[in-house]
């Protein structure tokens, strides 16, 4: 079974920045997209920003120009740079790798807290 670990959460003041990463517990097989949901207290989990196998990438328009996803193919990896992070952004920040074509699987992380203080 895969496990996705999340990393980079944390507390900070509007402004700042912070990076998320998500890595795979063991090689993944086939081709597959990456992608990083949020969900905050009373509201539904949104996609904040996803990376298809071929590059190219998909923002919320709320986080335009602010964050960026990228992934690293070789360590079944993806990061999510944010800056200039506002209090609406504070949520649990969810990464999500989706097989597509034949590779019908996907996976999940567990979540990472992100508090952005005003």
């Known amino acids: 079974q895969v496990q996705l670990v999340e990393s980079g959460g944390g507390l900070v003041q509007a402004g700042g920045s912070l990076r998320l990463s998500c890595a795979a517990s063991r090689m993944i097989f086939g081709i597959f997209d990456m992608g990083w949901y949020r969900q905050a207290p009373g509201k539904q989990r949104e996609l904040v920003a996803a990376?298809?196998?071929?590059?190219?990438?998909n923002y919320a328009d709320s986080v335009k120009g602010r964050f960026t996803i990228s992934r690293d193919n070789a360590k079944n990896t993806v990061y999510l740079q944010m800056n200039s992070l506002k209090p609406e952004d504070t949520a649990v920040y969810y990464c999500?790798?989706?097989?597509?074509?034949?590779?019908?699987?996907?996976?999940w992380g567990q979540g990472t807290q992100v508090t952005v203080s005003s």
């Open positions: 990376i298809v196998s071929g590059g190219n990438t």
């Open positions: 999500n790798f989706r097989g597509t074509g034949r590779w019908a699987y996907e996976y």
